[in-house]
C-alpha cells in the first residue's frame, strides 16, 4: 500500500468513526511532546505520564498540545504507560459530551480549546471604509496586512529623490 493511500484510509478513519471509549480506555489531554512519537498526557484524574504513537499514525496525523485522545493501557510499561487508539476532533468531543461520557474534570478545558481554536480560523476583518468618487486607494496602504515576519524597510521619499537624481 502507497504513502498516499495509507494516509487517506487512516484519516478516513479518524474523521468518519464515532467511538466510544471501552472499559479499558481512557480519554487523556496532551500536554506536551517530548518527541520520538512519545507524548506527556494527564488524565482526568490529574495523572501525568507518556503515551507512543502507533506506526500507522506516525507521519500521517498530527498531534499537538491541548488535544484529546483516548488511550489504551500498556501494563509493561515503566515511563511509557498507555498507547494512543483515536485522536479525537472537535466533533467527537461534542458527541461524547452529548452523552455523558466526558470526563468533567475536562470540559471546561475543551470548550476553551474549542473556543479558542474557532477564533484562530475564524479571524475578524475590519469593516472597509465606504470610498466616495474616484478616489484612489493604490496611495493609502494602512489597511494592507503585514508580515512580522519579516524586516520593515521604511523609505522616506528624500531617498528615494536622491536615488532619481543620481
Given amino acids: 500500500m502507497s504513502q498516499a493511500t495509507k494516509r487517506k484510509h487512516v484519516v478516513k478513519e479518524l474523521l468518519g468513526e464515532h467511538v466510544v471509549p471501552s472499559d479499558q480506555q481512557q480519554i487523556v489531554r496532551v500536554l506536551r511532546t517530548p ?32 488535544d484529546f485522545l483516548i488511550v489504551d493501557p500498556i501494563e509493561e510499561g515503566e515511563k511509557v504507560k498507555a498507547e494512543i487508539s483515536f485522536v479525537l476532533c472537535k466533533d467527537h468531543v461534542r458527541s461524547l459530551q452529548k452523552e455523558g461520557l466526558w470526563p468533567e474534570a475536562f470540559s471546561e478545558v475543551a470548550e476553551k480549546h474549542n473556543n479558542s481554536r474557532n477564533r484562530q480560523t475564524q479571524p475578524e476583518l475590519p469593516a472597509e471604509p465606504q470610498s466616495s468618487g474616484d478616489e484612489s486607494s ?15 524597510y521604511h523609505e522616506s521619499e528624500e531617498e528615494s529623490e536622491e536615488e532619481e537624481a543620481a
Fill in 35 to 66: 518527541g520520538n512519537n512519545l507524548h506527556e498526557v494527564e488524565t482526568a484524574q490529574g495523572q501525568h505520564f507518556l503515551v507512543s504513537m502507533p506506526s500507522k499514525y506516525r507521519k500521517n496525523i498530527w498531534i499537538k498540545r491541548g
Fill in 138 to 152: 493604490s496611495e493609502d496602504d494602512s489597511d494592507l496586512f503585514v508580515n512580522t515576519n519579516r524586516r520593515q
